[in-house]
């Protein structure tokens, strides 16, 4: 599956901003999704996941209650809405896809196998 994050950009401190993700595959359905992000010398860092059908969302403690993934099956979409940025959620933002079985959540960035190109967020205080 290819995948292609979009909607980064500058922000401020307390504003919103909402990532998508697009993939190419035809069994959109059968993959859990997420998200990721990294700065430089850092490993990547699990930011958020969602279930085949949508029903299971974890999220990292750090962004717990400000950030919401959300799917759309139909449109091969997943998207990262993003409230309250602070300027520690300053980072390059990955989405990423793993062909799982039921309900099954990776909550792992190294568990996920196919990877896009990534979508720079910065956000100024």
């Known amino acids: 599956v290819q995948l292609q994050a979009s909607g980064g950009g500058l922000v401020q401190a307390g504003d919103s901003l909402r990532l998508s993700c697009a993939a190419s595959?035809?069994?959109?359905?059968?993959?859990?999704l997420g998200w990721s992000r990294q700065t430089p010398g850092k490993e990547r860092e699990f930011v958020a996941a969602?279930?085949?059908?949508?029903?299971?969302?974890p999220y990292a403690d750090s962004v717990k209650g400000r950030f919401t993934i959300t799917r759309d099956n139909d449109k091969k979409m997943v998207y990262l809405q993003m409230s309250d940025l602070k300027p520690e959620d300053t980072a390059v933002y990955f989405c990423?896809?793993?062909?799982?079985?039921?309900?099954?959540?990776?909550?792992?960035?190294?568990?996920?196998?196919?990877w896009g190109q990534g979508t720079q967020v910065t956000v100024s205080s």
């Open positions: 990423a896809a793993k062909n799982v079985i039921m309900t099954v959540v990776p909550t792992a960035s190294e568990s996920y196998d196919n």
């Open positions: 969602i279930s085949r059908g949508g029903g299971t969302t």
């Open positions: 595959t035809r069994t959109f359905s059968r993959y859990a």
